[in-house]
């Protein structure tokens, strides 16, 4: 369907094309100022997309990060006559340090926590904003702002100046973009899907979210200061919540994510009361219906619609290309681990080795802690006391224990988890590529190690697929594929065989052994005898926290106390 | 301070701590049934308020006489909510329902002012409005009705809960929907009833508070805030958390502004929740969520 693609593009180019004809032929003083407003809109829902529709956090600091370049820019101008080269750089770079200096602590916060904090910032910033009125004019706020001035010309009102708004859009919105489809967009995509995972897959989420808030700041920043050369003043109302429940509502009508749905959103909520202007006083009361009427006509937002009449064209497959050779690890050693949940001592001293070349069962009835155990050992719970020790090929052992998860998974551990976790909205291909992300020099060589590795399992039919869609046994199979790509020295997987039929089971075990024989360590946590015994070549059996025992799989499963553990005679 | 001075403002702090209770209460009922935050809780508490506004010239009676009137009215306006702003998007991400509230309290704030008109209005007090003396403190009587009726209110709440066949099945459906709807409980009724319920308290909350402190059609949003505040310091989906959070609130802006000022009073609180949330990242009472991966 190539002329789909062709249309696409082509409805962008004519959009565009369409808004530059109004500005320049149609539209009157009023109808350009509207749409110079919709342009700063255009910009501060941009870089609201970026943290709220890549990077999954719903923060409501996007209209003080606008507040706040507004007060920037209209406090140097007017109080201390600043132009515009030296008040817009700082309007961007005040934000963006209030977003690094509140991110670090508030971004740890879950959804709704991590909402209300940034309201909570909101809400001082504003009353900082009223009560300080020898710097801000208080709640009358400041006359006199400046215009802006380009090497030397003074940017006059009317079209000059909505062509400078809506230059720095075209600009922003590209650079968003791109940085939106590269892998720093990827990642964070996956970070908003998974953070678990994102983690276990190398990505330091942390540094991810900061970035992420810290450009939306930057968007905000720019977009309040133009607001400010716009109005030429600059009162509370930037900073007030309305400002914010606008962003929020252009970036959701647009289409959450979509950095064009952002630029549509913003011109449609600007102009849609200017429509409705002749219902006079209760033309916001429609406003707000048109507004209801879209969200749930609409969930995917305009652009959402645009993809239903016009779906985007699926992208042809990369070229597989086979991984970089990697040096083979050594073995990993876990000694002493321990941790509690309450009084509970879910994982009491566990030590084994992990040897190279060599899979690993780990065996005990549910709840004896082998997940636990795979969770300590990979990063996602801290250990109450032990060591990881990693020996690498060239470098002395290291001790990860409780190190973060990403630095565990750089270091070459990767794991399953027990329901597979793969984003449903991804392709295959884009979830096993998000593996490469952190290693690989761009999202194209990504995917084509990700699709060599598909093959490799057998399933390389499946990447264009969504993840959504497919049945457990293929989601297995994508997730392990997922794991792979990591070339990890340490593989650990938790109960991969589960729900496969006997042919699956044979086919996983052949695929694990080729895994095992290329010198990665392997832990399989099993309940199925038949699958894991003829597999492993060590066994290590768990019971309440504690190694019952160790040894060739054989004598393990012949042990008393394993026999007596899994058929609950009593303890030893 | 005199001790006259510090009762006085103790009784002001719980009689608004009250009002703010029914809102809260209201909120996270609703959170927990659905899953969603209900944005136009505070433009619902408003509405409740002007619909005691606009009642108050036909009923020549003391305001405790509308409070059934404003409870029916507002559980239909529920219903409507729900019904409008909410089935439509459920199964959805509940971001959906955080704009599509956000759109139900654009309509009422500018219903009201087209009705109404922009400038605040008082609802008449609960009972004569006079003062009652009780040895040496003279308290506002309707700081004590306040706080009567909010609390037979929270009690009508929690004995339903607890006691009733209709209260175990809200609960139900609030803990858990598809094992409700497993188990036979109509959840799609349960869940609108939810909504009736806690926009009814909401109401209530606008005809308790749209005496003592007016009501503006733009009162709404300074509520939701508070209402989100109490639910978070109270523990995220905790009932009798809600209720606590927002009796901490309401005494920490009276006793605060007493002393100081409001703007400093309303700083102090957000800055006292941010840092909660930064040493708690749960919340006070949340739990970690674990992941059995």
């Not at chain 1, 004809?21 to 509207?34: I, M």
């Not at chain 1, 801290?382 to 998974?409: T, Y």
């Not at chain 1, 295959?428 to 490799?456: G, K, M, Y």
């Not at chain 2, 300074?222 to 209720?243: N, Q």
Request: with cysteine; net charge positive.
């Amino acid at each position: 369907m190539k002329w789909r693609g062709a249309v696409r593009r082509a409805s962008l180019v004519l959009g565009a094309v369409a808004l530059l004809a109004y500005a320049v032929l149609y539209a009157s003083p009023y109808g350009l100022r509207v749409l110079t407003v919709a342009g700063v809109y255009a910009l501060a829902t941009v870089g609201f997309q970026v943290v709220f529709g890549l990077g999954g956090a719903l923060s409501l600091a996007q209209g003080t990060f606008f507040g706040v370049g507004a007060y920037v820019t209209g406090i140097l101008g007017s109080q201390l006559g600043w132009a515009f080269p030296a008040t817009f750089p700082l309007s961007l770079a005040v934000p963006v340090g209030l977003a690094l200096l509140v991110g670090l602590p508030v971004l740890r916060l879950e959804s709704h926590y991590f909402a209300l904090a940034t309201l909570g910032i909101a809400q001082v910033v504003l009353l900082l904003a009223v009560n300080t009125p020898d710097l801000t004019g208080g709640a009358n706020g400041l006359a006199g702002v400046p215009g802006i001035v380009l090497f030397g010309w003074a940017v006059p009102r009317g079209l000059p100046l909505a062509g400078v708004v809506w230059a720095c859009v075209a600009l922003g919105a590209v650079a968003a973009a791109m940085l939106a489809r590269g892998r720093w967009g990827r990642a964070l995509t996956l970070v908003r899907d998974d953070p678990l995972a994102a983690a276990t897959l190398g990505l330091d989420v942390g540094r991810l979210r900061l970035t992420a808030f810290a450009l939306s700041a930057l968007y905000g920043g720019a977009a309040g200061a133009l607001s400010v050369h716009t109005q030429r003043v600059v009162s509370p109302e930037v900073l007030e919540f309305p400002v914010m429940v606008a962003i929020l509502t252009m970036a959701v009508v647009g289409g959450r994510g979509r950095i064009a749905g952002a630029v549509l959103g913003a011109v449609l909520l600007v102009h849609l009361p200017e429509w409705f202007r002749g219902l006079e006083r209760s033309y916001l009361i429609v406003y707000g219906l048109a507004l209801l009427a879209a969200i749930v006509l609409a969930p995917h937002g305009i652009t959402g619609l645009l993809d239903r009449l016009l779906p985007p064209r699926s992208r042809p497959l990369p070229e597989p290309a086979p991984l970089p050779d990697r040096a083979s690890g050594g073995a990993l050693r876990v000694e002493g681990l321990a941790k509690a949940f309450g009084g509970v001592r879910a994982v009491d001293g566990v030590s084994f080795t992990l040897e190279p070349r060599r899979v690993t069962g780990l065996i005990g009835p549910n709840g004896s802690g082998k997940t636990t155990l795979i969770n300590l050992i990979s990063g996602l719970e801290r250990p109450d006391a032990g060591r990881v020790r990693l020996a690498g090929g060239d470098m002395s052992p290291r001790d990860l224990a409780g190190a973060r998860p990403d630095r565990v998974a750089r270091a070459g551990i990767a794991r399953t988890f027990q329901a597979a976790s793969l984003p449903d909205d991804a392709t295959v291909l884009e979830a096993v590529a998000a593996a490469r992300l952190e290693r690989d020099p761009s999202v194209a060589q990504a995917e084509a190690h990700a699709l060599a590795v598909l093959e490799r399992l057998g399933v390389g039919g499946l990447a264009g697929r969504p993840c959504g869609g497919l049945p457990a046994a293929l989601r297995r199979r994508v997730e392990l594929a997922r794991a792979l790509a990591r070339q990890p020295a340490v593989l650990l997987l938790d109960e991969p065989a589960a729900g496969l039929t006997d042919g699956e089971k044979a086919d996983l075990a052949r695929h694990l052994a080729a895994v095992a024989a290329e010198g990665v360590a392997v832990l399989v946590v099993e309940h199925d005898m038949g699958f894991l015994l003829p597999l492993a070549g060590r066994v290590v059996a768990l019971d309440q926290g504690r190694v019952l025992a160790d040894g060739l799989p054989g004598e393990v499963v012949r042990h008393p106390a394993v026999v007596a553990a899994y058929l609950g005679e009593g303890s030893p | 301070m005199h001790v006259l001075t510090v009762a006085q403002l103790l009784l002001n702090g719980v009689a608004l701590g009250a009002a703010y209770a029914l809102v809260a209460l209201g909120f996270v009922l609703v959170l927990n049934a659905t899953g969603a935050v209900n944005f136009a809780q505070g433009d619902l508490v408003m509405a409740g308020g002007m619909l005691a506004v606009a009642l108050a010239p036909l009923v020549p009676a003391p305001g405790i006489a509308l409070l059934p009137v404003v409870l029916v009215l507002m559980a239909a306006l529920g219903l409507l909510v729900s019904v409008a702003a909410y089935l439509p998007l459920r199964g959805r991400p509940h971001v959906g329902v955080f704009i599509s509230t956000i759109a139900v309290g654009i309509v009422l704030q500018n219903g009201a002012t087209v009705l109404l008109g922009p400038e605040p209005r008082a609802a008449p007090p609960l009972l004569s409005g006079g003062t009652l003396r009780l040895g040496e403190l003279v308290v506002a009587e309707q700081s004590l009705a306040i706080v009567a009726v909010a609390a037979l209110l929270i009690g009508a709440q929690q004995w339903v809960f607890a006691r009733t066949q209709l209260g175990r099945r809200l609960r139900a459906t609030a803990q858990d929907p598809e094992m409700a709807r497993a188990c036979g409980v109509p959840v799609t009724a349960m869940i609108l009833a939810t909504f009736a319920l806690g926009t009814a308290y909401a109401g209530a909350a606008g005809l308790l508070l749209a005496n003592q402190f007016f009501v503006t059609p733009t009162a709404g949003s300074d509520l939701i805030l508070k209402a989100y505040i109490a639910v978070t310091l109270g523990g995220w989906g905790s009932v009798p958390g809600a209720v606590a959070g927002a009796l901490v609130i309401a005494l920490f802006e009276v006793g605060v502004s007493a002393v100081l000022s409001y703007p400093v009073a309303m700083g102090a609180l957000y800055v006292t929740l941010l840092v909660v949330l930064v040493a708690r990242p749960q919340g006070l009472f949340g739990e970690v969520a674990r992941r059995r991966a």
